[in-house]
């Protein structure tokens, strides 16, 4: 028996990955959506979302995806670690073309190729880079080139950084100005707030199939906003181990205590990843 079935869940509730269902409406998460919206939407040409490692932006990116209307084509690149013509490949392949043993200067064409026609049928495309602070300054350089892809006044690729902090730092580089003068406004997410940590939790448990056989004291709710500094990441950490060890102990209620035993857990088990840089490898 798992502790979803003990709870009387369909699913877990706190996953650690990205999931558009469980999309929160927080304020800031909901200013994001909105900006990008926006930007994408009405052909800005840029957008950048920043905002600490578990922070939410992958969520917002995919919730954004799966809410776009039609005539929209879109290439979502996960992994940016890569040269520009590495790049060109992926993007052209999440349009459905074939890249085998083409140019740069080949890939180049079959994207103006795509963008032309996509316009010709009133369809807007846009590129969305995640990770985007892993990008080398040169990617960044030659993306900004691909901007320069327009009919009339309407930017035919629309572009989306998403990244952490330090990604709006790299913009700043003199070397990226003319990029950096492109972009109408940076969006960062912030964290949760206490109340919206609350709100976070209890939803979550609503769309995985919660009908009040468990709950969180207001206590536990202090003790999970106190561990995870309103980041959702770690809230799903902690109320997943909490989870469980109520689970363990047969009790519906998840109290203070439990959520105190839960966040010794994990900070044990970070401890232990530390001693052990090598362990990650072994995983991937």
């Given amino acids: 028996m798992t502790y979803e079935h ?3 869940l369909k699913e877990n509730p706190f996953g650690v990955t990205p999931d558009p269902r469980f999309f929160f409406s927080g304020k800031s ?3 994001a959506l909105a900006y990008l919206r926006y930007t994408l939407g009405e052909h ?3 957008a950048v979302v920043t905002g600490e490692v578990g922070v939410g932006k992958t969520t917002v990116v995919k919730t954004f995806v799966e809410k776009i209307d039609g005539g929209v084509d879109t290439a979502v690149v996960l992994n940016p670690k890569l040269s520009f013509k590495q790049l060109l490949s992926t993007v052209l392949r999440e349009l459905g073309m074939s890249v085998k ?3 740069k200067a080949d890939l180049l064409m079959d994207l103006q190729r795509f963008l032309v026609d996509a316009r010709r049928r009133d369809r807007n495309v846009i590129l969305i880079i995640d990770e985007a602070q892993n990008l ?3 990617s960044l350089e030659e993306i900004r080139m691909l901007s320069n892809l327009e009919s009339g006044d309407r930017k035919l690729l629309q572009i989306a950084f998403v990244g952490q902090p330090e990604l709006a730092e790299i913009l700043t580089l003199r070397k990226l100005r003319q990029l950096r003068q492109r972009i109408p406004g940076i969006c960062t997410i912030a964290p949760l707030s206490k109340q919206e940590v609350d709100e976070y939790v209890r939803t979550r448990l609503e769309k995985a199939g919660a009908d009040g056989s468990v709950r969180f004291t207001e206590n536990a709710f202090a003790e999970i906003f106190k561990y995870s500094a309103g ?3 770690l809230v799903n950490f902690v109320c997943d181990r909490a989870l469980l060890l109520g689970f363990v102990e ?3 209620q998840i109290d203070k205590r439990l959520v105190l035993a839960a966040c010794r857990d994990l900070e044990v088990g970070e401890m232990k990843e530390d001693a052990c840089p090598e362990t990650e490898k072994f995983i991937e």
């Fill in 101 to 103: 043993g083409k140019s």
């Fill in 136 to 138: 080398p300054a040169t």
């Fill in 231 to 233: 980041i959702p990441r």
């Fill in 29 to 31: 998460h909901q200013d």
């Fill in 6 to 8: 003990f709870y009387g």
């Fill in 44 to 46: 800005k040409g840029f």
């Fill in 250 to 252: 047969e009790v519906s």
